[in-house]
Each structure stands twice: as C-alpha cells, then as structure tokens.
C-alpha cells in the first residue's frame, strides 16, 4: 500500500504504514556494508560518515523468542527453540557484543541507553538473563545509562524474575498488554490472559522499577466500542507511569495476511476508527493527568518530568548512534544505517568466527540525516526550526515550505514563531503525512 493513500475512511489493508527509519529498510543494501565497517573503524572518510564522539551511543539487543506467534506479528522472532537453542543464541549476542569492543568508533564512549527489545526479552530464564549480563560485562558496563528499558510479556514474568531484572540495572519495564479481553488476545495469537496482566503488574510494583511502562493495541480483531473502553478503563486503573497506544496494521508476511490469502476474513477496524479509539484513550489519560508526549505516548504528569522520559525514543529521533545487536537487529552509527543478518544460523556462524555478522547498509547524507530527524520529530507532535537550523543550518520552513502548506490546508498542522505543530488530528495519523517530506524516490516505496 502507498504511504498516502490512507484516507479518513481508508480500510486496514495489507501493508505497513508506520515509519520506524529514514530512508526506508528497502533501500539499504549489501554493497554498502564495508561502508558500515569502515566507519566502526573510525574512518571519516567513508561517505555518510560523520563520526561524532559526542553523540549519545546506545546498545538495543534483540531477544528473538516468543511463547506463541501473534498473528500481527513480522519481526523475526521463534516459537521453537529450545533452552539449549537459547543458551546457543546468548553466547553469539555475547561474542557479537564484544566484537564492538574492538571498534575505533566506539573507543571510549559508554551506553547512555540500553534496550532489550523482541521477540521477548522476558522469555529468558533468571539463569540465561544473569550469564548474559555476566559475558557483557567483561566488555562493557553500563552503569552509567540514562535508562535501561526491558519488554515483557506478562504471562513470562515472575516475581523472582523481576527481581533479577531489576538487578540488572533495568529502569524502564514496558509490558505488553495489548488488550484486556481474552477472546480478542485468543483471536490474535496472544500467549498471555488478562489474569496474567494484574499479577505481573502488582509484582512489577514491588520490585519498584523507576518507571513501568504499558502498551495496548486499538483495533485488534475482535475488538470494538464498549471493549475497547473497558481496556482503557482497566489500563487507567493500573495507573502506569506511561502508556503506549499502537494502531493495529496488518503488515505482510504475518499469520493474518495469510489467512486473508486463503479466503478468510480478517476483521481490524478502518484507520478512522482506530484514529477515534486512540482520541477516547488520550482523552481518558488526560482527564486523569497525563500528558501526550507523542503520537503513541502518555506520560503521567508534566512530560518535562525527568522520570517520565523516553530516553531511548529521543536519543534516537535526535539522530544518536545505536549498535544493534542480535539476529536481524537494525543500528545506526556515524550516518550509516546498517542491518544484521536475519538468519539463525548465518548470524550464529558469522559471531562464532569473530565477524560482525552485518547483512545491509546504507551511508546517509546530510540532508537524509536531516529528512530523518524532521519525520521522527513529528512524532512528538512538533517541529522546532531552530533546533534544525543549529544542526543542519536548514530552515525546514522554507525548505518544506510546500509539505507545511498541504499540511495547514489539510487541518494537520498549525505554524508556530519557530517551526510548526501538528494539531490532535495530524499525530493521530502522523505516519500517514511523513512521506510528504521524503525525497521523491522513496515516497511510494514499501516500508520494510
Ligand atoms: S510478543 Fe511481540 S515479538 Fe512476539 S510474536 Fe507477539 S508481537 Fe511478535
């Protein structure tokens, strides 16, 4: 599906529409790669580089097992593996992550965010999750972090689990709620049950994580008007310090657009319905004192509150560096975007013979760097020009004066002295907008 095609009463086609990078994963190629090595090893030289010690340098490690596969999901992640597999994949993420350590690139420069991210970190067992921190620490600490986030997946913790979560230096637990009824987390291959979710979320408070974070899903299939409310009746109650609230899409290659190939109906509510349901939500959370702080996000209380921040999402949409570790994991490193092999066994090889097991890449220029922090940006519901003009020395009104008119005219978006606000109704659809501001060659094409 074209990017900006989604119109107010557009049905959720097969497709993905949501802009997690800039330029999109289909243009970054093997060719590219010994670019991506070349600047690990420091070398200004390469085209894209622009190494800068100074940017904040983060660590995502990428946990690719799940108890059951949701029938949404595209991420590379396996229902199958055994502990022994696990104990496999753990020692080629401890070799892979000490590989880094030998980067020219990285040299003196510590994490200032780590983040486990899936699949489902959780999935680990207490004993698998303490080697692991064991092995990297022989190379890397990251006391020093602004935030250290962990997924979790209800039906996987246990108190004794957050525990050692916690013991590892976790400040940020983002549990996948996704919905509260059961038939709906049944009809799209949830592993957990609601049960699950107040159990986990009481022993997630005791432990006492600086912040907990909780998503939902709008438009799941099954869902409609009075489930949904009750969803966001029963999330309010657990008052979590943040809420993440996605649109439910039906991205290719997922156990729905299957069904849907066979013949079977796949019932996920149209894009202005979603957009209501995520409207009522904010609408709930903000009468109750929470504040959005993006086009998915709450936070309770003042955004500016220090505890409430996204350290991770911001340092990436401000253009930070971040080694991605893991089977298919995505980074970005001194302007080159590169991706590790997303093959078991290609990615287990290339960490067992010392070799960063990297796959694609793609050296970004300048104004790339720029069109990528402007459309990451926009999700937080603003963009500042000055801030632009300080790093780019680019006044992105004049020069997207063209994607600020159509968005004025639209109704999307208001100017401001210094850059422009997207109104309520511009973030609910944000992603649907971003093309706009995308070089021509990339406006149409598929985002994976
Ligand atoms: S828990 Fe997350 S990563 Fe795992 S199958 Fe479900 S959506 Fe995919």
């Keep these: 599906m074209q990017l900006d095609v989604l119109k107010e009463t557009a049905k959720t086609e097969p497709g993905s529409y949501f802009v997690a990078n800039y330029p999109p994963f289909s243009a970054w190629k093997p060719e590219h790669v010994s670019t991506a090595l070349a600047a690990l090893e420091g070398r200004s030289d390469v085209a894209g580089s622009v190494a800068d010690g100074a940017a904040p340098l983060g660590l995502y490690l990428h946990i690719p097992f799940c108890r059951k596969r949701c029938k949404f999901c595209y991420f590379r992640v396996y229902t199958d593996k055994n502990s022994g597999d696990v104990d496999i994949y753990m020692d080629g993420l401890a070799r892979e992550i000490a590989l880094y350590k030998r980067c020219a690139a990285l040299d003196g420069r510590e994490f200032e965010f780590v983040y486990f991210g899936g699949g489902t970190p959780s999935f680990l067992s207490n004993d698998q999750l303490q080697r692991l ?64 979710i107040g159990a986990a979320y009481a022993w997630a408070r005791e432990v006492g994580f600086a912040q907990i974070n909780v998503d939902l899903i709008a438009g799941m299939v099954g869902d409609d008007e009075a489930k949904w409310k009750l969803a966001v009746e029963r999330t309010l109650a657990l008052a979590p310090d943040s809420l993440t609230i996605y649109q439910m899409e039906l991205p290719y290659n997922t156990e729905f657009t299957r069904e849907q ?188």
């Design 261 to 448: 190939r066979q013949g079977g109906a796949v019932a996920v509510a149209d894009w202005a319905t979603k957009r209501r349901w995520v409207d009522y939500a904010f609408g709930q959370f903000e009468a109750a004192g929470y504040s959005v702080s993006s086009a998915y996000t709450l936070v309770k209380g003042a955004a500016a509150d220090a505890a409430q921040r996204f350290v991770y999402r911001d340092s990436l949409w401000h253009g930070a560096d971040m080694i991605g570790t893991g089977v298919a994991s995505f980074s970005h490193l001194a302007g080159v975007h590169y991706q590790n092999l997303d093959q078991w066994e290609r990615y287990l090889d290339a960490c067992r013979a010392g070799e960063l097991p990297l796959a694609r890449a793609l050296p970004i220029s300048h104004d790339q760097r720029l069109i990528r922090e402007l459309v990451l940006q926009l999700k937080l519901g603003r963009a500042d020009a000055d801030y632009f003009r300080r790093k780019f020395g680019v006044d992105i009104r004049e020069r997207f004066a063209d994607a600020w008119r159509s968005l004025e005219q639209e109704g999307y978006a208001t100017a401001e002295d210094e850059g422009h606000r997207l109104t309520r109704g511009g973030l609910l659809r944000v992603d649907a907008l971003l093309p706009r501001f995308f070089e021509p060659q990339f406006r149409d094409v598929r985002y994976t």
């Design 133 to 196: 921190i064991e092995r990297i620490n022989e190379h890397w600490r990251w006391d020093a972090a602004r935030e250290v986030t962990f997924e979790c997946e209800p039906g996987t913790l246990k108190l004794s689990k957050l525990r050692t979560i916690r013991r590892i230096g976790v400040t940020r637990l983002s549990l996948g709620i996704e919905h509260w009824d059961d038939d709906i987390l049944e009809q799209n291959g949830r592993a957990h049950r609601s049960a699950e």
